[in-house]
């Protein structure tokens, strides 16, 4: 069982930055593909990103733009999510997920909720125009 637990959301004006960090209990972290999804008030849970257990693999969201950044510390056991420029769609609860069945999978396989077997309890970005 991993517990993820993520913190460095808040109130944040349009045009800011925030860092998003993810820490995780289990000792094995590194062997966990980690990505950030979030949920938006009235939609449905998106992806985000993802880094791979050695953070060679990486992909983003169509929307990220260069906008957003991840990165992972396997020795900190930590996964964290830079994002800059925000914008008031970018209003959400942000979610940390594992994903513990070492595939390697192309962008449908990491974009999918369903490839993530643990999940955080999420930190709320708030972005006001």
């Known amino acids: 069982q991993v517990h993820l637990v993520e913190s460095g959301g808040g109130l944040v004006q349009a045009g800011g930055s925030l860092r998003l960090s993810c820490a995780a209990s289990e000792r094995t972290f590194s062997r966990y593909t980690m990505a950030w999804l979030r949920q938006a008030p009235g939609k449905e849970r998106e992806f985000v990103a993802v880094i791979g257990w050695n953070g060679g693999t990486k992909y983003f969201a169509d929307f990220v733009k260069g906008r957003f950044t991840i990165s992972r510390d396997n020795a900190k056991s930590t996964v964290s999510l830079q994002i800059t420029s925000l914008k008031p769609e970018d209003t959400a609860v942000y979610y940390c997920?594992?994903?513990?069945?070492?595939?390697?999978?192309?962008?449908?396989?990491?974009?999918?909720?369903?490839?993530?077997?643990?999940w955080g309890q999420g930190t709320q970005v708030t972005v006001s125009s």
């Open positions: 997920a594992a994903d513990s069945s070492r595939t390697i999978g192309g962008s449908s396989y990491y974009t999918a909720l369903g490839s993530y077997d643990y």
